[in-house]
């Protein structure tokens, strides 16, 4: 298995089709409701669930009760040593997927089910070790586009850190090493996702590199899909206009190659013909040329034979205008037979003419129908990526989905905490406004009332709990006051009516003076 960290990425400004990814998020106790219901496919499936799938989902850890991990947490934090309580917002849990590029996961379909889930497993676990944490839950979904997992995470690492101060650039980085060094101990063409800074390095946009947010990926995604079917749509009528471009110009060069394969055809029969008639008058001549041949013999034996002179000049002249009449012939027929010649040449160059031209065209209609044929490849290359895309950016889109789902459960959950506090503050002012107005007191059987209770029992259970034990005792205090206040505004009474006494001493008189002052200041 290569070594990840000391092997260079191939600088790419796109992501990698044949490499794994990771992302972690961490979630809060009602998000983290919201990502139990969705790993686990609790309620309602979302509309990208294909819901005859939902049974070859394989959960390979279950999660444990939330409250426990919620207390674990805390419990750290205070063997970490840390002085502030836990806000209610801290994220109890952190939410990992492992997906693959659209390469990649063909390739870890491959394998069996027994391989991807150790795959799987063995990956969750080294995430959570390379963390210092412990792993929550792990499921497999094979209900969405592709295959992929989702795991959970404690938010807090053994020493009692948040991961967001213990996942650094540097610690996440290790975790996609992680990701690719496992995947490809399993096979061994699934490959690292390509760095953020290697694929800026390669001419990227930043933006493209970033995670982005729901809602971001919310007013994002429809426009991308939409410009992708429109690009794919556009590459498709180029496609069947190459085709059909291709298939006319086939059809034109193939009645040239037909008219010429025919025209080819007939000046080979002429060609024949003339050949024919060549060899006729070749013959015709042999025959005038031995007939020549003969008249002369026959002159050389009358010479010979030294025939009377008359007869045999009567005779010689007889020959003499035969053999000048078989000559002019012969002179005719070989003037006709150079003409015949020349027209077979020509005839013959023509032929090989056309036969080249003919060879050409052939080489012409090859190369134009390869050259289509490489137009049409890079068409259907470019609509298999466009496709590809679609894919990764309708798995993008599943992925918003479940998000925008979680974030309405999270609303929802919120507004009725909402209301719950509007209620409970509510119910508070009512009964700070009826301490103060005297609206509340201690009857005469000991018992406190209210002269109007209703608000009190809007407000939540676990508020009235806390809050009504509150008021039983500050309304009894003030009962104890006033009662308290009577009995010293009586025994007062008494002290001023023993001070007005003639029998008192002088002393006690003054000093019964000063008590009187400074009990009406």
């Known amino acids: 298995m290569k070594d990840l960290t000391d092997t260079p990425a191939l600088k790419s400004k796109d992501g990698n089709p044949q490499a794994v990814s990771i992302r972690i998020e961490p979630r809060t106790m009602s998000k983290a409701k919201g990502t139990r219901r969705h790993d686990f496919r609790i309620g309602k499936l979302p509309k990208y669930v294909k819901a005859d799938r939902v049974k070859l989902n394989r959960t390979l850890m279950p999660l444990r009760p939330l409250g426990q991990i919620k207390k674990e947490n805390a419990e750290l934090r205070i063997k970490a040593s840390r002085q502030r309580a836990m806000k209610q917002n801290a994220p109890v849990i952190m939410s990992g997927i492992i997906t693959f590029g659209t390469v990649a996961a063909k390739l870890f379909e491959s394998l069996p089910v027994e391989q991807q889930d150790a795959a799987f497993r063995e990956l969750a676990k080294g995430v959570a070790s390379e963390l210092n944490t412990s792993l929550e839950s792990l499921v497999v979904h094979l209900d969405e586009t592709t295959i992929h997992a989702h795991f959970t995470l404690r938010a807090y690492t053994n020493a009692g850190l948040s991961m967001s101060e213990a996942a650094k650039r540097g610690t996440l ?96 029969l002429e060609l024949a013909r003339i050949k024919e008639d060549e060899k006729a008058h070749r013959s015709e001549l042999d025959a005038l040329i031995a007939s020549a041949e003969k008249t002369r013999r026959h002159l050389a034996e009358l010479d010979a034979k030294a025939v009377a002179a008359e007869k045999k000049e009567k005779r010689r002249r007889t020959y003499m205008a035969r053999l000048a009449k078989k000559e002019a012939a012969i002179a005719a027929q070989k003037v006709a037979l150079v003409q015949r010649t020349e027209a077979v040449e020509a005839a013959e160059a023509a032929l090989a003419e056309n036969t080249r031209a003919h060879v050409a065209r052939e080489h012409e209609l090859a190369q134009r129908e390869q050259r289509q044929e490489e137009q049409a490849e890079e068409a259907r290359i470019k609509s298999a ?82 809050l009504m034990p509150a008021i039983l005792r500050l309304v009894r205090k003030i009962d104890q006051t006033e009662k308290r206040a009577s009995w010293v505004e009586v025994m007062m ?25 400074d009990w009406s200041k």
């Open 173 to 268: 980085s290790r975790v996609q090493d992680l990701a690719a060094a496992v995947m490809q101990s399993y096979h061994s063409e699934i490959e690292r996702g390509h760095r953020k800074w290697d694929r800026i390095a390669a001419g990227a946009d930043y933006a493209d590199t970033l995670h982005r947010s729901v809602r971001e990926l919310h007013y994002d995604l429809p426009l991308e899909i939409e410009t992708l079917r429109q690009q794919s749509a556009e590459a498709k009528r180029e496609l069947e206009a190459l085709v059909e471009d291709r298939d006319i110009q086939k059809m034109e060069l193939d009645a040239d190659l037909d008219f010429a394969g025919e025209e080819l055809q007939s000046r080979q």
């Open 385 to 466: 990526d466009l496709d590809a895309r679609a894919g990764e950016i309708s798995l993008e889109k599943e992925q918003v989905a479940t998000a925008r789902s979680e974030l309405v459960t999270e609303a929802e959950e919120v507004r009725a905490q909402r209301i719950e506090l509007n209620a409970g503050l509510a119910a508070i002012d009512h009964v700070v406004g009826a301490v103060e107005e005297g609206k509340i007191w201690v009857g005469e059987n000991g018992k406190v009332a209210l002269e109007d209770p209703a608000p009190i029992y809007t407000a939540p259970k676990g508020l009235r709990d806390r």
């Open 493 to 517: 009474t008494r002290v001023r009516n023993l001070m007005v006494r003639s029998d008192l001493p002088k002393d006690l008189e003054k000093e019964a003076r000063d008590l009187d002052a």
